[in-house]
């Protein structure tokens, strides 16, 4: 195989068309130099309001003082970070979901319902008509029937050790703590209910779910 070519001081050489990379000695120490030389003249520093990155709204926020609407609020203040975040849901929500005939999707993913967002919001949410269809994870499902079956549920500390945790055969998801016993007898539960004569024959996971859900209160 043939070595590959070194420029001058034996440095590797650049391929050609490669993108120049800012630097020290690059186009940011010009743009530092231009931005010197602006400074000594008493002209604005503006010699990139022209990029395309600049173009956002600009962040000037509204004083919070009590008399802001939720609109005001959200719009005015959420400028930034996961607050802009929060806006675009809002105005997701307010813009198109809110439409006459819009059918609404909700997807469920990561360890919701062991911390009890199933019974706060997610029946609340569909019981109001804000939910058409829902995919989940088993997992949500799964532990979602915990609460139904009247198994309970502890609010834990995070820094816990794992190892200690074990040992009494506590169970954790982050910080929610929770007896072995709690799988065993979630287990136990669709084992029994599994060999009812409904249960015996080919079906979709949605038809499933709902047959198990008759069992649960």
Not at 185 to 199: G, H, L, V
């Amino acid at each position: 195989m043939a070595a590959k070519k070194s420029g001058k001081n034996g440095k590797k050489a650049k391929p050609v068309g490669a993108p120049t990379r800012s630097s020290a000695s690059g186009p940011k120490a010009r743009q530092k130099q231009a931005a010197e030389e602006r400074e000594r003249a008493g002209a604005a520093h503006t010699s990139h309001e022209k990029s395309r990155f600049l173009r956002g709204q600009r962040i000037d926020p509204r004083r919070i003082d009590g008399t802001e609407t939720v609109v005001d609020l959200i719009e005015g203040t959420f400028l930034a970070y996961n607050a802009a975040r929060l806006r675009e849901a809002a105005q997701l929500f307010t813009g198109k979901m809110l439409e006459p005939d819009v059918t609404v999707g909700l997807t469920l993913t990561g360890a919701l319902t062991p911390a009890g967002l199933g019974m706060a919001a997610l029946i609340p949410l569909i019981e109001a008509g804000f939910v058409d269809w829902i995919i989940s994870t088993g997992a949500n499902l799964y532990h979602d029937t915990h609460f139904g079956l009247g198994l309970a549920m502890h609010r834990g500390n995070s820094t816990e050790s794992d190892i200690v945790l074990r040992e009494e055969g506590v169970v954790r998801i982050y910080d929610i703590f929770f007896d072995y016993d709690v799988l065993l007898s979630t287990d136990a539960f669709f084992r029994q209910i599994m060999r009812a004569p409904e249960f015996q024959r080919a079906m979709s996971s949605a038809e499933f779910h709902a047959l198990c859900g008759n069992y649960v209160r």
